[in-house]
């Protein structure tokens, strides 16, 4: 707990803890009210954190960057990475390169610019600082909001895609712009372009070699509980065993974790039951403390400079900058490849105006970026101006783009597909999945196997089997498939409550308990698969 506060809070005393533990309270407590409304709780969480910090008596939040990358950012990196589709990834790498290298320079120049034209007396190389520190969007709230609302696959995997990139191009572009405002000889933008190249290699590289061993070390414990802890380390490991080598963390990070997921289906249920439960679990935890941290630093950050209406007036030239950057880019970079090379136009689909402008709109920013400005050294000219700016792009983004990303996206009506031809291709393969178990079934069956639990064990898969092919042809009334689920989950809880009470006479301990808890859960979980 220390270390943790230390790495949030950014000091090292008694006390860091409990404001910690606190910090952690509130958050928590901030978005299961977001949950319980329905309201985005990232919005809620910097608006709290807005109006808490102004509350005398609360102390300054200052984030720790270096370690707030390896405690924060690394971990939620790597649960998005488990969780996304390598194969979708794979198959749309053009778009979301050009989202997640390409955007992000573009925006750094751009930003760059802007804000040195709106502030001569900042210098241009500060001004870059600012434009790669503002470059990355954090798509955890617009990926939260999209999947709430049902935006289409393809929409998903480009905003996800681009989170898990986007980063390193930009904490890479970070550290060329600030050796430039620092002064820093030897250290040209050429030099940068052969950085980015080598640290994304190498950090792809480490990630790969780390997920491969870590992989085979899993395969060969056999135990759900030791491995869910091996799969803990791995995010941290990653990370700093690519820094040290001089190579990308973020990268080492998501390609550890897309290894890792693709090949999540060699290992045992348990391990993939347990290590779902926990990195949502740390998922909600670590989002949660991030978007408080952003409300909770206003304070400081408006204290170390002079407003005025000249500051005021660039805050949001780079705000709407920020935005308009967006739009400009992505409209381009989905249509001009398609005229350009008639490969694209038969392998991709058309993309629909209605999506373009939602993917335009979900450029939030987050903690990356915050993280990075508070790394900028103390002695670079504008480091004030330049939080402060950053803060701005922050909240303005998540406050304006935030809060109307879901009235946008109704209102232009953008849906997921249909779905049908996903779900029968589902039911194929189901039905060639349940006639492969009957056949391995007549297989194993001898005469010392009761009929009757090989007929039992039939029509439980038979009945695998038919239930995404009565989802097909049953909309409207419930399909045996569902009323199979719904008797069985009542059952369930009525040997649960039995259990409970002889239990609580007595007539049982709480290990047994617990162990027939663990198995009617589990069963419950595979319904709940169906």
């Given at each position: ?329 992505v409209f381009p970079a989905a249509h001009v490849p398609r005229w350009l090379f008639p490969h694209i136009r038969r392998r991709e689909p058309q993309p629909g105006w209605r999506s373009l ?44 783009q935030g809060t109307t990303l879901p009235v946008v996206i109704r209102w232009l009506k953008v849906r997921a597909e249909d779905g049908q031809d996903r779900v029968l291709a589902e039911a194929q393969v189901q039905s060639s999945a349940a006639r492969a178990a009957v056949d391995r079934l007549d297989e ?87």
């Open positions: 707990m220390r270390l943790l506060a230390w790495a949030i809070l950014a000091h090292e005393d008694e006390e860091a803890g409990v404001e910690l533990l606190l910090l952690f309270a509130g958050s928590l407590a901030v978005a299961a009210v977001a949950r319980r409304v329905d309201w985005p709780a990232p919005l809620l969480l910097v608006a709290v954190g807005l109006a808490v910090s102004f509350v005398p008596g609360v102390p300054d939040f200052q984030l720790n960057p270096e370690l707030v990358l390896v405690l924060v950012l690394a971990p939620l990196l790597y649960s998005a990475a488990l969780d996304s589709s390598y194969l979708d990834i794979k198959a749309n790498i053009r778009p979301i390169g050009l989202l997640a290298v390409g955007l992000v320079l573009v925006s750094t120049a751009v930003v760059g610019v802007v804000a040195h034209m709106v502030l001569p007396d900042l210098p241009l190389a500060s001004a870059l600082v600012l434009g790669a520190v503002v470059a990355p969007p954090d798509a955890v709230a617009a990926v939260s909001i999209g999947r709430k609302l049902g935006l289409p696959r393809r929409s998903m995997t480009l905003l996800t895609g681009e989170s898990l990139g986007n980063d390193a191009t930009a904490l890479t572009a970070f550290k060329v712009a600030v050796a430039a405002a620092t002064g820093v000889a030897a250290f040209s933008w050429t030099d940068g372009i052969v950085t980015l190249l080598v640290t994304s290699i190498g950090g792809v590289l480490v990630g790969l070699v780390l997920g491969v061993v870590i992989h085979k070390i899993r395969l060969r414990l056999g135990d759900g509980v030791l491995e869910s802890a091996l799969g803990m380390l791995v995010p941290f490991g990653a990370y700093l065993l690519a820094e040290e080598l001089h190579t990308s963390g973020v990268l080492a990070v998501v390609a550890a974790g897309l290894y890792l997921g693709h090949n999540a289906t060699a290992a045992g249920y348990a391990t993939r039951l347990q290590e779902t439960a926990v990195w949502k679990s740390v998922d909600v935890l670590l989002e949660s403390l991030v978007f408080a941290l952003i409300g909770l630093q206003v304070r400081s950050i408006v204290s170390a400079v002079h407003l005025d209406a000249a500051l005021l007036l660039a805050s949001a030239a780079v705000l709407v900058a920020v935005i308009v950057v967006r739009f400009v880019w402008t939602v993917i335009s709109w979900a450029g939030m920013r987050g903690v990356v970026s915050l993280a990075a400005a508070a790394a900028i050294p103390l002695d670079m000219p504008g480091r004030d101006v330049v939080l402060l700016l950053t803060f701005v792009v922050t909240v303005g983004t998540l406050l304006v194993l069956v001898d005469d010392d196997v009761p009929e009757h639990m090989a007929r039992k064990l039939r029509a439980l898969a038979e009945h695998r089997g038919n239930a995404v092919w009565e989802r097909l042809g049953r909309q409207e009334q419930e399909n045996p498939a569902a009323a199979f689920r719904r008797l069985r989950r009542g059952m369930l809880a009525a040997e649960r409550e039995v259990f409970v009470a002889a239990r609580d006479r007595g007539e049982i301990d709480d290990e047994i308990l617990r162990r027939v808890q663990r198995e009617l859960d589990f069963e419950e979980a595979a319904l709940d698969r169906e």
